[in-house]
């Protein structure tokens, strides 16, 4: 075939109306979402220098026609060296694995009462449930400042009916940062989980009650397994961004609460240093990116 | 069978009342006349006066709402269209790549994709401001309106576009005129989805944001850090306010879009 032929058709059939509607979103989640990500890497390998911005150039234009490449694994080195960021990962690890496993417990179980509500009440609770989703996180987080601390209206009602003499110490405790957690992400556990419990259907329950299936049984062995893809979804809305969650240990925690979000933006914001918030964000990137990749699977799999 | 039973109740009302509690509290604290927020000194709404001298905060809620209102239609527009991608053009070169791009920016820390846009925005010198936090939230706006135009799109009766077009509509007229109209619901709760997410963020716009740029939930953030205040309450309450009004209007908007679906299906 000669080329000459060839390239009209061929342009003709890129350029075509679909093609044309698939590359406006898709060029600008390039452009905007994966792009970014390359710079990112780029700076990682990137050496902090005085100046603006603070990070030294990869490509040296030198006295010969190719620049030469200057990159450095210093940043991941350092991280690697002080225990400070193993310690701040493994933290952030164990944190968002048991807020995970915390917040399923909880949501399922009103997930599964608002399935199980009668038909008329079953829009309002819904609503309820997805209401605070909408509300903002740094606002739900500041609500249960005045509520946890010291001298807050926890300890004031518990003071005063004398369940407790001494105010309990809550507020800048990674217990604190667990209840924020829990509180904020709830919602992104119970709408996954209700969108899958609401679809069962009940004649399997009312099938494995009639064989003579006790009811505690049934729900181990029929609902549990039936609802694994809400649980799934669920699970993950809530243990990928709590990883990187920054709010809530900044505003609940204490000094002693290590998250890997909160580490990224001292460097970034408090040490200007640029090259090792990127290398924190890159494998942060890569112990998500298993997580993410299921993720996206998963809701794949339940549109089709 | 019992479907409903008194474990049900139990966790219902605990569940509610955990995720009520401190945000009705936080409301009627913003109406206390004391400055201490732990002890009530009386009803006042002196607070309210007060945050309407406060220049700082007025400042940032205009900017925070010329944001909102730019990013949550420009990311409208194209997630609709990456949603009707999503549904209606089959396999396609780079797919799995495109759902990728709209399924992560959902999950993804917010620190990364911060830290990630602003790189790129220096490393090209385009100046932070307000146009740098708009385009960061325009695109993970995108991604929540492409997933709700996608939900909405499955139950959508191909059958009429197939019609228009075998009449020699064009393609894009049918949009306009079939699919569009069709969809309208999602549509526009995508944009009130956007328009709260982008009022709510602190992360994205405190890394993208500029000098003279300060949004609202940042001006929140550097208040909360010196303390908890009445002030700081009295604004969250307008914001829970706001948001409240969108959520109920949507979910009446949706409970509309049901209805009509159900009428469609019985006709």
Redesign the interface.
């Known amino acids: 075939m000669n080329l000459t032929q060839t390239n009209p058709n061929f342009f003709k059939s890129i350029f075509n109306?679909?093609?044309a509607?698939?590359a406006?979103?898709?060029i600008?989640?390039?452009l905007?979402?994966?792009?970014?990500?390359i710079?990112?890497l780029?700076?990682s390998f990137a050496e902090t220098i005085y100046a603006r911005?603070p990070y030294s150039s990869l490509l040296i234009w030198g006295d010969s026609w190719l620049p030469s490449i200057k990159a450095s694994f210093d940043n991941y080195l350092f991280l690697f060296s002080d225990s400070l960021y193993i310690k701040a990962y493994l933290s952030s690890l164990k944190i968002a694995f048991i807020s995970t496993i915390l917040t399923l417990i909880?949501g399922y179980?009103?997930a599964?009462?608002?399935a199980?509500?009668?038909n008329r009440w079953r829009?309002i609770?819904l609503?309820?449930?997805?209401?605070?989703f909408?509300?903002?996180?740094?606002?739900?987080v500041?609500?249960?400042?005045?509520?946890l601390?010291t001298?807050?209206?926890l300890n004031?009602a518990l003071m005063s009916i004398g369940i407790i003499e001494k105010p309990l110490m809550i507020m800048n405790t990674d217990l604190a940062v667990y209840i924020g957690i829990i509180?904020s992400y709830?919602?992104f556990m119970i709408l996954p989980l209700y969108a899958n419990l609401e679809k069962m259907d009940?004649s399997l329950?009312?099938a494995a009650?009639d064989l003579g299936c006790r009811?505690f049984k049934a729900f181990w062995t029929v609902t549990i397994p039936l609802s694994i893809p809400g649980i799934m979804a669920g699970c993950?809305?809530v243990f990928?961004?709590v990883?990187?969650?920054?709010?809530i240990p900044d505003?609940l925690g204490g000094s002693e609460t290590l998250m890997i979000?909160k580490v990224?933006?001292t460097e970034?914001?408090y040490n200007r240093d640029?090259p090792v918030?990127?290398a924190v964000?890159i494998l942060?990137?890569a112990i998500?990116v298993v997580?993410?990749?299921l993720?996206?699977r998963s809701?794949?799999k339940a549109?089709s | 069978m019992k479907r409903f039973g008194t474990f049900n109740i139990f966790s219902l009302i605990v569940g509610f009342s955990f995720l009520y509690i401190p945000i009705i509290l936080l409301i009627l604290f913003s109406f206390n006349e004391s400055r201490l927020v732990t002890v009530w000194g009386g009803f006042s709404t002196k607070w309210y006066a007060e945050l309407m001298q406060n220049q700082g905060i007025k400042d940032a809620a205009w900017v925070t709402i010329k944001v909102a209102f730019v990013s949550s239609t420009m990311a409208t527009i194209l997630g609709t269209i990456a949603g009707l991608v999503m549904t209606r053009f089959g396999n396609f070169k780079g797919r799995t790549l495109f759902s990728g791009m709209i399924y992560a920016p959902m999950v993804m820390p917010e620190v990364i994709i911060g830290l990630s846009t602003l790189l790129m925005f220096v490393a090209l010198a385009i100046d932070r401001g307000i146009f740098t936090v708009t385009l960061a939230h325009i695109t993970f706006s995108m991604c929540y309106v492409a997933v709700v135009v996608q939900s909405r799109m499955s139950s959508y009766d191909d059958s009429l576009t197939e019609a228009a077009l075998d009449l020699g509509c064009t393609p894009f007229r049918t949009f306009m005129l079939i699919t569009l109209p069709i969809i309208l619901p999602a549509v526009v709760s995508g944009w009130l989805l956007s328009f709260t997410l982008s009022l709510d963020d602190l992360v994205i716009a405190s890394f993208t944001s500029g000098p003279g740029s300060t949004t609202l939930p940042m001006k929140i953030y550097s208040m909360v850090r010196l303390g908890v205040t009445p002030e700081i309450n009295a604004v969250s309450t307008i914001l829970v306010g706001v948001v409240t009004l969108g959520v109920v209007t949507a979910s009446l908007i949706g409970r509309r879009q049901k209805q009509q679906i159900l009428k469609t299906q019985h006709t």
């Not at chain 1, 909408?134 to 739900?140: E, G, K, N, V």
């Not at chain 1, 500041?142 to 509520?147: M, P, S």
């Not at chain 1, 990883?243 to 709010?247: A, P």
């Open positions: 109306g679909r093609n509607v698939i406006i979103p898709y600008w989640l390039l905007l979402f994966l792009l970014p990500f710079y990112v780029k700076i911005p909880i179980s009103i599964y009462s608002v199980r509500a009668p829009g609770l609503m309820l449930v997805i209401l605070p909408w509300t903002s996180f740094l606002i739900r500041y609500a249960w400042i005045g509520i601390k001298e807050g209206l004031l509180y709830l919602p009940m329950l009312e009650a009811p993950f809305l990928i961004p990883m990187g969650e920054f709010v505003l979000g990224l933006w970034f914001f640029w918030a990127s964000a942060l990137l998500l997580p993410i990749m993720y996206q809701q794949e549109i």
